[in-house]
């Protein structure tokens, strides 16, 4: 099948009404269209189509959405729904699954008297998936995720920002869509000396004004890297919780497994690595990933564990971590053996493996 002229001339129509699905519908058919001669841009149309979030200014859809007064910032943005995986501990998984099955089955619970707020609130280090699970929520139940433009919400006269915060509140349920309040302390940090307290105050009640306002079938997600700055009357309306840390060994195992070996790894070569990242977020290992995956790409090579897991320990370090995916220099390899086999216990074998050298080497890099 080739692409004609009409998918052509619809694809151009769609763009300029900036009518965002038929602009999906039209590239999502051209990209079938060139498969079969040009897989690799089909390929890119669809991964183009999957990741870039639609501009709400431009799509048209911002007429409809609430906007602040003075600046007419839009004080929400629809989210696209994640395509990648979520992994989580059990004790997330579990409270993550709670929340789902309580939103699906509200009616019954709501009939037998046993309705709750159906707010969670999701706190933790950065990049560790808090806006992932807001994604992933979405999703499985179907509903448009919003996500609450805290800086457009907050304004200067703490006056105009209770006012966003009404018509969000007036708006969201409406369209049955999921409240996604990120970096909700935002709300908290107010409490600075530009503002009196009373008048912050003003601005928590009218965001627990707010939360209260919803019916039994409202869905509030919130999302903190400091749930300690939150006002505790904030707090106590978030029943669902989910404390993240940075992932755990298991945790880690799979983010690897996933993002730099899609899957298809070798698991002794995953351990490891999970044993080297503790301490590194989600959002860290995948970008070495990324970034080792790109220069596979480019340079045509095979993924070299020695220079991702330099880059692991350089990260762990706190400094910016690029993998080169070159080959390492002596000192560097000697540094990793020594730091390896002496406090991570990695055999003199693997050490080669990972390595790319024979074990003699490894042995006389030890003895130096
Ligand atoms: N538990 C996880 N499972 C899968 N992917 C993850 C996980 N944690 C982080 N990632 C990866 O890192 C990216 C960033 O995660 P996310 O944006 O959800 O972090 P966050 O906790 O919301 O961070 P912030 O506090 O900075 O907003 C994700 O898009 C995902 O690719
Ligand atoms: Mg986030």
Redesign the pocket.
């Known amino acids: 099948m080739q692409v004609s002229s009409e998918d052509i001339i619809a694809l151009i129509e769609a763009s300029l009404e900036a009518n965002y699905s038929n602009v999906r519908t039209a590239s999502n058919k051209i990209a079938k269209c060139i498969s079969n001669y040009d897989l690799e841009s089909a390929q890119k149309i669809k991964s183009i189509l999957r990741k870039r979030g639609v501009p709400l200014q431009s799509s048209g859809y911002m007429e409809s959405l609430p906007v602040d007064m003075k600046s007419r910032a839009p004080l929400l943005e629809e989210a696209q729904w ?1 395509v ?5 501990n059990s004790e997330a998984k579990n409270v993550f699954q709670t929340f789902i099955a309580d939103v699906v089955n509200i009616e019954e619970l709501i009939s037998h008297g046993l309705a709750g707020r159906l707010n969670l609130l ?1 706190s ?10 807001a994604g992933h929520i979405a999703a499985q139940l179907n509903r448009p995720l919003y996500i609450v433009r805290l800086d457009s919400v907050i304004s200067s006269l703490l006056g105009d920002t209770a006012k966003n915060l009404r018509q969000i509140f007036d708006f969201a349920p409406k369209k049955n869509a999921i409240l996604f309040l ?2 909700v302390d935002a709300v908290a940090k107010l409490r600075d000396d530009r503002h009196e307290l009373g008048e912050l105050k003003r601005v928590v009640n009218t965001l627990i004004q707010g939360l209260d306002s919803l019916d039994d079938h409202a869905v509030v997600i919130a ?1 903190t ?1 400091h749930s300690g700055l939150l006002d505790p009357a904030i707090w106590r309306r978030f029943p669902y919780k989910i404390n ?1 840390q940075t ?1 755990d060994y298991d ?1 880690r195992q799979n ?1 690897w497994s ?2 730099l070996f899609l899957d298809s790894g070798d698991e002794s070569i995953t351990a490891l690595l999970a044993k080297l990242s503790d301490g590194l ?3 860290d290992i ?1 970008s070495i990933s990324i970034a080792t995956r790109r220069k596979c790409v480019l340079t045509k090579m095979d993924i070299n564990i020695g220079s991702v897991v330099s880059a692991v320990i350089a990260s762990s370090l706190g400094n910016t971590a690029t993998p080169t995916n070159g080959e390492l220099s002596t000192v560097e390899k000697k540094s990793i053996t020594n730091l390896l086999h002496r406090t991570h216990g990695v055999t003199q074998v693997d050490l080669a493996r990972i390595l790319n050298t024979s074990r003699q080497t490894i042995s006389s890099y030890l003895k130096d």
């Open positions: 994640p990648s995986p979520l992994f989580l999701l933790g280090p950065p990049g560790t998936g808090k806006t992932l699970v990120d970096e999302a890297n993240f992932p945790l983010l996933h993002f977020s989600g959002a995948e």
